[in-house]
């Protein structure tokens, strides 16, 4: 059987590979496990979700596997997965769940858990988890154990609305904002998604003018051609509008992506830079250390280097740069896609209090975001996706060391290579980065060669 929870819990097509069925195991097990971690009270869970159509079934799943094994739920509606990180501490909860597949396309949703405190889960109390999915799935096809093992009259768990649910998210988000974003002027993507009620509120309630594109979702329109993914409709929109930046969120708005009033992107490592340079300004910055992965841009690393800062590297994965960021003490990370994490204020990656980070440090410093922004350079990257048999063999094979090593002689300290092998195909990832886009595509097709030929 297939590992049941991926790099960032479970997902799939909503009642296809993710069936309700599912849900519900998977929500019933992970409250028995809690239960089982923590025996002195009953569990309390937070369940939220995106706006996507199967929601709404998925949603009903989750909440009735956690009570049938007897912890309480309360319900949060549609909010961005860092709200219910977030609302897990604020409501003393034991453990939270979110019902999205972030950027994926409408058809597919998922799962995501956090323990008490809004952190994600350890891999071991998902291997619990899943191990105990599992166990019970095997019974029932047995006939033996099933609903005789769980609780019955009052020892079934009950359902509570959290009606002001967004308003403690909104008034949390404005007092991690250190300053005013009054005259400025934002244009906000909500992918039609989770972010589509509390972004607009919260730029507003921090003081900047508001032009919100793509905050009316229907169930099946979110990420459709709009997002963090499709930048083209917020870069149209900062031009018409005459705007200073543009935000695009993700579907679950656990990441954001900027455009500056020119229409030029602003990604996940050029905000890192900046706002590492403002914590490091205010002595913020633990460590004078930023924590990303190994996929950040060659010029994340000369721009932390050219001012005295360190860059730790993780693997890809925001749970990695977590991990790094607690077991060192460190306080920011994140990835180039957008995922930004502040430890200071947030369990996990949250696009909306990335953005209203970025926007103050515009309205504090009286600088523009393309002038911000200009202090990293980015390198032209090129990525090379290469099908192979045995993906283990060839990332490893002596040939390609050899070739990998030739190519990064060449570029020296102006340029990078990364191969490493998929984690989910049979894919060989090369990745080229160099001072121009013709050199970095003429040495990954290089090695692409080399990693072909033993495919």
């Known amino acids: 059987m297939a590992r049941l929870f991926g790099t960032d819990g479970v997902r799939g097509l909503a009642n296809g590979d993710l069936t309700p069925e599912l849900a519900l195991s998977v929500s019933a097990s992970a409250a028995r496990v809690l239960a089982a971690h923590d025996s002195s009270h009953r569990p309390v ?105 769980r609780p019955t009259g009052a020892g079934v768990g009950r359902m509570y609305d959290i009606t002001d649910a967004l308003d403690r998210y909104i008034e949390h988000l404005l007092k991690a904002t250190p300053h005013r974003l009054d005259g400025l002027r934002v244009v906000v993507d909500c992918a039609n998604g989770a972010a589509w009620a509390a972004a607009p509120r919260a730029y507003r309630e921090a003081g900047a003018e508001v032009i919100a594109i793509h905050a009316l979702p229907d169930g099946e329109n979110i990420n459709d051609g709009c997002g963090s993914t499709h930048l083209d409709a917020v870069r149209e929109a900062v031009l018409a509008e005459q705007a200073d930046l543009g935000i695009a969120h993700d579907g679950d708005a656990d990441r954001c992506l900027a455009v500056d009033a020119t229409g030029e992107l602003v990604d996940g490592d050029q905000v890192m830079a900046v706002l590492a340079l403002s914590l490091k300004e205010s002595g913020e910055l633990a460590g004078d250390t930023l924590v990303a ?158 990693v072909s030929a033993l495919g």
């Open 293 to 450: 992965t190994v996929m950040s841009n060659l010029g994340l690393h000369l721009a932390m280097r050219e001012h005295g800062l360190e860059l730790r590297t993780t693997a890809v994965g925001d749970r990695y740069v977590l991990e790094e960021l607690r077991a060192g003490g460190f306080s920011l990370g994140g990835e180039q896609s957008g995922h930004v994490v502040l430890p200071a204020y947030a369990t996990t990656g949250d696009g909306l209090l990335t953005a209203l980070q970025l926007m103050s440090r515009m309205t504090s410093t009286g600088r523009s975001l393309a002038d911000l922004a200009a202090v990293m350079r980015r390198l032209p990257q090129v990525l090379v996706n290469v099908r192979v048999a045995d993906k283990a063999a060839v990332a490893a094979s002596v040939s390609v060391s050899e070739a990998v090593a030739a190519v990064e002689s060449e570029l020296g300290e102006t340029g990078r290579v990364l191969l490493r092998p998929s984690g989910t195909e049979q894919l060989v990832r090369v990745m080229v980065e160099a001072p121009t886009h013709d050199t970095a595509e003429s040495a990954a097709n290089r090695l692409a060669r080399v």
């Open 45 to 149: 869970a937070v369940v939220g979700r995106d706006p996507r159509v199967s929601g709404e079934m998925l949603q009903a799943a989750v909440c009735a596997g956690l009570t049938s094994a007897g912890a309480d739920v309360m319900q949060v509606g549609v909010l961005p997965t860092p709200a219910i990180a977030y609302l897990v501490g604020e409501l003393d909860a034991d453990l939270g769940v979110m019902i999205s597949a972030s950027h994926n396309p409408m058809p597919d949703n998922g799962i995501k858990l956090f323990a008490a405190g809004g952190h994600k889960l350890p891999d071991s109390v998902e291997d619990e988890i899943e191990a105990d999915v599992v166990g019970i799935d095997a019974a029932t096809r047995a006939g033996v154990g099933g609903p005789a093992a």
